[in-house]
């Protein structure tokens, strides 16, 4: 029937725009199935204490009292009639819990878990991928429901995009090769894009960090790719910053045990062809 499809004044919502992903959505809680037997922390121990020993549905506030859209803007705009677009998945937007986890997960660079949002409220916060939630499409309409227009920019909305795509889509490495290659450098990348001095000047112009592999061979190759134009730094010190990471990484895969030897690119984004960009898969350093 036309009146369960979208229509022109809810898309555009007084702004003249459709939703799309990356806007957020202003709700105060989210709900989650939890074990009251068995609580993962001690909020949720409290707030099941005596219901039976069931899974249970528990009801969390969200400090922030803001949601981002991260389904597809294409499945948001969908009649919801249809019986596979009847839903928007949502993910909270938290206040950061580590400030060393925040500097990896800027556009998410090195986080599967979290992408930072601009400050909200003068306080540093992210976009949370652990605890989705669903929402029925004409929940969304209701007056209560306040629906904000993203605040990235155009190029930080295609970052999210493709972190969400990669988040949902992406493979797992080979168990052999990701304990004797994968770990030993997300270990180390881990240690030095947030402790060392070096490494911290280019931290912020890095916008891609892929590993590129044949299998039956042991070499590898770990690209670190960068927007210099972010920091005040020069490419001698992105050079220095790559000979740094090999040795470090060389050794900690010696050390695991590994019968691999990785040779890292560290390149202004300028001077790496598009197919050596593509022959790399991207690797978050949480996931």
């Known amino acids: 029937m036309s009146e369960n499809v979208w229509p022109p004044i809810v898309r555009d919502r007084g702004t ?4 799309r992903q990356g806007d957020l959505v202003k709700l105060p809680s989210l709900a989650y199935l939890v ?3 068995h609580p993962v922390d001690e909020d949720e121990a409290r707030e099941t ?19 981002v859209i991260v389904s597809n803007t294409c499945d948001v ?11 928007v998945i949502l993910a909270p937007l938290q206040y950061i819990s580590n400030d060393d986890t925040y500097k990896l997960a800027r556009d998410g ?14 306080r540093k916060v992210w976009l949370d991928n652990r605890t989705l939630v669903t929402i029925t499409k004409p929940a969304l309409l209701q007056q209560e429901v306040g629906l904000v227009a993203s605040p990235l920019s155009a190029p930080q909305l295609t970052a999210l995009q493709r972190w969400l795509a990669a988040r949902f889509g ?7 090769f990701d304990r004797h290659v994968i770990r030993p450098i997300r270990k180390g990348l881990t240690a030095m894009l947030t402790r060392d001095e070096t490494i911290l000047q280019i931290q912020p112009a ?21 927007d210099m134009g972010r920091v005040k730094a020069n490419e001698g010190m992105l050079d220095a910053a790559g000979r740094k990471v090999q040795r470090d990484i060389r050794k900690r895969i010696s050390e695991a045990g590994g019968a691999y030897t990785v040779d890292v690119t560290a390149r202004d984004a300028t001077q790496v062809s598009a197919a050596h960009l593509l022959g790399h898969r991207q690797l978050l350093l949480d996931g």
């Open 16 to 19: 003249r725009r459709s939703l």
């Open 35 to 37: 074990s009251p037997r």
């Open 49 to 67: 204490a005596g219901l039976p020993d069931k899974v249970v549905a528990m009801t969390v506030d969200i400090p922030t009292g803001t949601f």
């Open 77 to 87: 705009w969908r009649d919801y009639t249809h019986d596979d677009d009847r839903f």
């Open 109 to 122: 660079v090195g986080s599967t878990l979290f992408f930072n949002f601009p400050d909200l409220d003068g």
């Open 170 to 176: 992406r493979a797992g490495w080979p168990d052999e």
């Open 206 to 226: 890095l916008i891609f960090i892929g590993v590129a592999h044949t299998e039956g061979t042991g070499r590898v190759s770990l690209l670190l790719l960068a």
